[in-house]
């Protein structure tokens, strides 16, 4: 079915949208009472290390070393690991909504996501996004992260369309307005809800 604008492209983010965030703050401090470390030296370890980390130049083991296992611990690096995937959670309305777009308007959906390689893996699995997902544009992979604006340019370059044709949901605000700024329709995601009514105002009507 064609859609009133044009629509060909959905481009959507992972953490906030489709899926609870990744690795934020709440579960680092929620970490770091659960294992019994110092939060704020674990988060200034964090803030040095993690950029790189999301822009898939270290590993889970490698950015784990520098931030939590720097020094001798009562657990392991494997529990850790699994603490850290055991905090994502899928948000199933969105989930199913976009499968119900791509399905009813034929849209090529694009996941545009600031995730670490181990984690992101680990969610496209559990979650099985890549059954609707037609490719992804993840920092790991791409060696970009938003705010950047060539992860946008990226994902515009690689599925071929123009900025017209996409519509983009999105959390953060800051990233809805970089996408904005090239073109791009976006929605500033707050509820499922609400974001169905501006996909609707946008000409892509969900029956879900």
């Not at 993690?50 to 720097?70: A, N, P």
């Not at 119900?100 to 969610?123: D, M, P, T």
Request: charged share 25%; glycine share 4%; proline share 2%.
């Amino acid at each position: 079915m064609k859609n009133k604008a044009d629509i060909t492209h959905l481009f959507v983010d992972i953490g906030g949208v489709l899926l609870t965030d990744g690795w934020v703050r709440k579960y680092r401090r929620l970490a770091a009472k659960t294992f019994g470390l110092n939060f704020d030296e674990l988060e200034n370890r964090h803030n040095q290390a993690f950029d790189t980390y999301e822009l898939g130049k270290l590993t889970m083991d490698e950015y784990l070393s520098r931030v939590v296992f720097q020094e001798k611990r009562q657990f392991t690096p494997a529990q850790f690991r699994k603490f850290i995937l055991d905090q994502s959670k899928g948000y199933p309305e969105m989930i199913e909504m976009v499968c119900h777009l791509k399905e009813k308007y034929g849209l090529k959906i694009v996941v545009v996501s600031n995730e670490a390689r181990e984690l992101n893996a680990y969610r496209i699995q559990k979650f099985k996004l890549n059954k609707f997902v037609d490719f992804f544009i993840s920092s790991c992979y791409v060696h970009l992260r938003k705010p950047d604006e060539d992860i946008f340019r990226l994902a515009l370059d690689t599925s071929q369309a123009t900025a017209g044709q996409i519509v983009y949901i999105e959390n953060t605000p800051m990233f809805v307005r970089i996408a904005e700024d090239l073109g791009i329709k976006s929605i500033l995601h707050t509820d499922y809800k609400s974001t169905c009514a501006k996909l609707s105002a946008l000409g892509l009507k969900s029956n879900v």
